[in-house]
């Protein structure tokens, strides 16, 4: 349910059907809208128990940042974040959406950055995590899709501030350009500016 570029022709795709992160090396460029994946090399990251859950209609933001990969786990209303060299077991292959025979690997380390109980105490009820964006080296966005609130984290959890936007539910993408936030509201459809410096 949500989509980044990592480097060269490698993204990475969270896939909330299978409570995974798919790893795509596409041996062209991959360029927007093309369609042909089947030269691409795959790996499956796994949990037992512990993977992201999939919001129905709600999408999981995804980011990379310093080697750092950072998801917007909706259905378990936190932010869970996994190092890119990060290395797990081995446990044998499974055919991809394309029918491409990948590996797949269980349990790497995947790390809370904030979770559901500090979210909702923050949110004042469901948290939803659904839009998530890199406001600074040390900061990251997190909007709740539940009650249209956006937070400012720290990487260590702290939550630095929490802005009401008004919106209500229904915050879907968000992402960040020149120190202003931009999301959108999917119900509305409309996007929204948001510029923290002035609220």
């Given at each position: 349910?949500?989509?980044?570029?990592?480097?060269?022709?490698?993204?990475?795709?969270?896939?909330?059907?299978?409570n995974a992160?798919?790893?795509?090396?596409?041996?062209?460029?991959?360029?927007?809208?093309?369609?042909?994946?089947?030269?691409?090399?795959?790996?499956?990251?796994?949990?037992?128990?512990?993977?992201?859950?999939?919001?129905?209609?709600?999408?999981?933001?995804?980011?990379?940042?310093?080697?750092?990969?950072?998801?917007?786990?909706?259905g378990n209303?936190?932010?869970?974040?996994?190092?890119?060299?990060?290395?797990?077991?081995?446990?044998?292959?499974?055919?991809?959406?394309?029918?491409?025979?990948?590996?797949?690997?269980?349990?790497?380390?995947?790390?809370?950055?904030?979770?559901?109980?500090?979210?909702?105490?923050?949110?004042?009820?469901?948290?939803?995590?659904?839009?998530?964006?890199?406001?600074?080296?040390?900061?990251?966005?997190?909007?709740?899709?539940?009650?249209?609130?956006?937070?400012?984290?720290?990487?260590?959890?702290?939550?630095?501030?929490?802005?009401?936007?008004?919106?209500?539910?229904g915050i879907?993408?968000?992402?960040?350009?020149?120190?202003?936030?931009?999301?959108?509201?999917?119900?509305?459809?409309?996007?929204?500016?948001?510029?923290?410096?002035?609220?």
């Amino acid at each position: 349910t949500g989509i980044v570029w990592e480097c060269d022709n490698v993204f990475w795709a969270i896939n909330s059907t299978a409570n995974a992160f798919d790893r795509y090396d596409f041996a062209e460029p991959h360029l927007a809208g093309h369609w042909y994946h089947d030269d691409a090399t795959i790996k499956r990251y796994q949990w037992d128990g512990n993977g992201p859950v999939r919001v129905a209609d709600v999408p999981s933001n995804v980011i990379v940042e310093a080697g750092v990969l950072y998801v917007a786990d909706s259905g378990n209303g936190r932010v869970i974040s996994m190092a890119l060299d990060a290395e797990g077991t081995p446990a044998g292959t499974f055919f991809s959406y394309e029918g491409l025979e990948s590996d797949r690997i269980a349990n790497a380390p995947l790390e809370t950055v904030i979770d559901q109980a500090a979210l909702a105490a923050e949110w004042g009820g469901s948290a939803v995590p659904s839009g998530l964006a890199v406001l600074d080296a040390e900061t990251l966005v997190v909007a709740n899709n539940a009650s249209g609130h956006v937070s400012l984290v720290g990487l260590d959890g702290t939550i630095i501030r929490t802005i009401d936007t008004g919106v209500g539910a229904g915050i879907g993408g968000l992402t960040v350009f020149n120190g202003v936030i931009y999301f959108t509201h999917m119900t509305e459809r409309r996007i929204y500016r948001l510029d923290v410096a002035a609220s």
